[in-house]
Every structure is written in structure tokens, then in C-alpha cells.
């Protein structure tokens, strides 16, 4: 399947990870399309808050958390949420988000699970 244009290098790398190995009906690839988005802006957000204090002066004077600290779980969970709703084997998954590699062991997994359909060595 051809990667959507306007994709980053984390986003483009999820979207033919996933692509390449399971086929998704059309409104599954919406679903993918957006957390590819997600994946993108998080590495954006991780590389502006970079070098910068984790936590800011806020209205009183008080410490406070940056906003970027605050926004990034929302944004991860966010993408979680999103490959969670495409029903792919969860092994697959795991590995996609921690390592965007997909080992050996995570595919004889999701064989076991799920049969060879949608799933090559």
C-alpha cells in the first residue's frame, strides 16, 4: 500500500511496518493514517522539548510542569488507543511501538495466534 504524502520519518516507518504485513480495509486505514500522524507529531513534540527544563513558573510563580511534559503521555496513549482499534495481534503491536522492528519471535507469536492469514515470515 502507498504511505499517505506529509508522513514523517516515524510516521511513514508505522504506516509500511503495519501496510506490509497486514491488509486493512479502508476505514482501518484511516484509523492507521491518524496514528501515524500521532507518532509523528510525538517525535516533534520529544525533539522541541529537548535541552529544555521540564518544569516552568506557572501563573503564581509556582513550579509547574512544561507543557510539553504534560502532553506527551496524552499524545503516546493517543497512539496506543489508535493501534489498539486496528485488531491486530497484540505481540505485533508491542513491538511496533518499542522498537518499530519486528522480531523473530513477535511473528511466530502472532502466527500461533493467529493463524498464517495476514501474517508472513
Not at 59 to 88: C, D, F, I, N, T
Request: charged fraction near 25%; aromatic fraction near 2%; proline fraction near 8%.
Amino acid at each position: 500500500m502507498a504511505k499517505p504524502a506529509g508522513l514523517g520519518p516515524a510516521g511513514g516507518s508505522l504506516w509500511d511496518d503495519i501496510t506490509s504485513e497486514f491488509p486493512l480495509p479502508p476505514h482501518k486505514l484511516r484509523i492507521l493514517l491518524d496514528a501515524c500522524r500521532e507518532a509523528d507529531l510525538v517525535d516533534e513534540m520529544e525533539a522541541g522539548r529537548a535541552g529544555r527544563p521540564l518544569e516552568v513558573k506557572g501563573s503564581m510563580g509556582q513550579p509547574v510542569a512544561a507543557p510539553l511534559v504534560s502532553e506527551l503521555p496524552k499524545h503516546r496513549a493517543l497512539v496506543a488507543s489508535l493501534l489498539g482499534k486496528l485488531g491486530l495481534p497484540d505481540e505485533v503491536v508491542e513491538v511496533k511501538t518499542k522498537s518499530s522492528r519486528r522480531s523473530e519471535s513477535a511473528r511466530a507469536a502472532a502466527r500461533a495466534r493467529w493463524g498464517s492469514a495476514g501474517v508472513s515470515a
